[in-house]
């Protein structure tokens, strides 16, 4: 029988594995036009945790006791619909359960790419997306730039990483711990900071000595504060995330926000799904990124349904190392 | 003999009086090129508190011990080159001072509008042309958008508010006090929030239930803190100020700083002397609004050079409706 993971309780603060309840899900036949699909990888992201908030934002709230959503690479096992058939290989975001059901419009076939097909949740899917138009696109970066990219080690800043350096930027990343530092380096970032080792503002100072021009923030907090203190002028900020603030309630302190106006900074937020009906030239650039060895992926993958809140979980403790995935 | 405020010591916070020194200036006779000059009027604008610290910013510091500059407009009582007569009226950066020498590049003509030479140190001055290319440039705002300027009461605000209006906008100004807030809405405000009655975050979800498209910033902190709360999608923020943390180091505490990403809201800071190229323009679409009686100017003025540290102290405490400005 399938089974799904549910929200049984909104988190407060961090969430806990009391917060997850899983339910099996009714077998029911197919209607015409729907297919049933196998999912192999599911998707935790830290976005997830907005979600579990009962509060207006852009995407809604998950409901209390339904099954949650997200994203999922899974393959067709039954098809109603002249679209799909058995054995294609399709992504969607009927995520946190092992089979999914539903109109073949909820399933998109995968790209013909030669790479592993949760490369789709990962580097060629919204995490990758979100590093590439955050950086070429909402932070306007350019070859020559200095760019800061926070949490350098995870499935959307490994990316900015790469794509900055594949276009000749300088990279500086941060990442927690001295393995998840040496990693980045390896990508081909100049200088990483490992920001467990001290303040953030202090290193990034000593790495970007003449400052940066353009930073890519996932974490908000102190490495935003860190970047304001080292905005070149016209710096660019892109502001993805800010998983610092998602599991907590405390304001956001900074010192050198001020910094904004003699620097002429731009901050600006943005949502990748804005930048979905470009995907195609996504997919070529990223594709011939590829082919020429210049993109490395990372996995960190929990096996089983079960193991999913432990993956989630996992997202704000530095559990992660690239793209965390579940296998099922 | 003419006399100019030195800065004595770097305040530690709120400047007192003791930070500043009164000081003879040798009378000497002018060099070929160069012209004397009356003062008339003296400006003091927030963004001088700046240059008390000892820190790099977009204007170096005030040197210990030496005269300070700052905004005056005066009229010229000696002349040794030929771009310049004797009762010409000037603008220039040679403030804090009862009498200006210098090189008659220093020093530019008023231009010939109708209205009070003091109106070129406000309206039609540098917090006038802050406020124009902020609301009009930085932050994109165009008819039919909600505005919300804070410090609207001074002398960027009130220009804003009335740019504002003028061009089809609906505007909410905070002001501290209910005679300030009566002058805002006299103005044309469409809401007035008086900052001292309670929180400012309630208070703007009130003025703006549909959500604000526009922030003009002046003042920082809760006033930033609200206009986060309050974004719609795609808002513009321009980031002219924050008086708030100018006297005060404690960090800027931000409890809606994420928002900043699902409502892709953008965030610019700017310095008004990047639109100096600007200016004719400026004078044109300004002068016109002057003239069909759609702009007005509040001035506080404070008398004789001796009052300069009270009037520019009387920033930092709300002592002043619309252009603070120093009569000799």
Chains 1, 2 share one sequence.
Not at 21 to 41: C, F, Q, S
């Amino acid at each position: 029988m399938p089974r799904a993971w549910t929200l049984a309780a909104r988190p407060q603060g961090m969430p806990t594995p009391a917060d997850f309840a899983i339910v099996d899900l009714p077998a029911a036949p197919l209607a015409d036009g729907e297919v049933r699909v196998a999912n192999r990888w599911l998707s935790v992201d830290p976005y997830m945790r907005g979600r579990m908030n009962d509060v207006k934002s852009y995407v809604p709230p998950f409901v209390l006791g339904e099954p949650m959503t997200g994203g999922a690479v899974g393959e067709v096992v039954e098809s109603r619909d002249g679209a799909l058939v058995v054995g294609d290989m399709v992504q969607h975001m009927l995520g946190w359960r092992d089979e999914a059901t539903g109109p073949a419009a909820a399933f998109t076939k995968l790209p013909a790419l030669d790479v592993p097909p949760q490369s789709f949740l990962g580097q060629l899917g919204m995490p990758g997306m979100t590093g590439y138009f955050g950086l070429l696109e909402v932070a306007q970066a350019k070859a020559g730039d200095t760019v800061f990219v926070s949490a350098a080690a995870g499935a959307v800043g490994s990316t900015v990483v790469q794509v900055a350096k594949a276009k000749g930027m300088t990279v500086i990343g941060s990442a927690g711990g001295a393995e998840k530092a040496a990693w980045v380096r390896s990508l081909g970032a100049d200088a990483v900071i490992d920001y467990k080792a001290g303040p953030v503002v202090k290193a990034l100072a000593a790495a970007a000595p003449k400052g940066i021009d353009v930073y890519f923030d996932n974490v908000g907090g102190d490495h935003l504060d860190a970047a304001l203190a080292s905005a070149r002028p016209n710096a660019r900020f892109a502001i993805c995330g800010m998983i610092d603030v998602y599991n907590d309630a405390k304001p956001t302190e900074l010192k050198y926000l001020a910094r904004l106006i003699g620097n002429r900074v731009r901050m600006q937020g943005f949502i990748v799904s804005d930048y979905m009906d470009r995907a195609a030239e996504f997919y070529r650039d990223m594709g011939a990124l590829l082919a020429a060895g210049k993109l490395r992926a990372e996995e960190t993958i929990h096996d089983g349904l079960d193991a999913t809140p432990d993956a989630f979980m996992g997202l704000f403790s530095g559990g992660n190392t690239g793209k965390m995935l579940v296998r099922l």
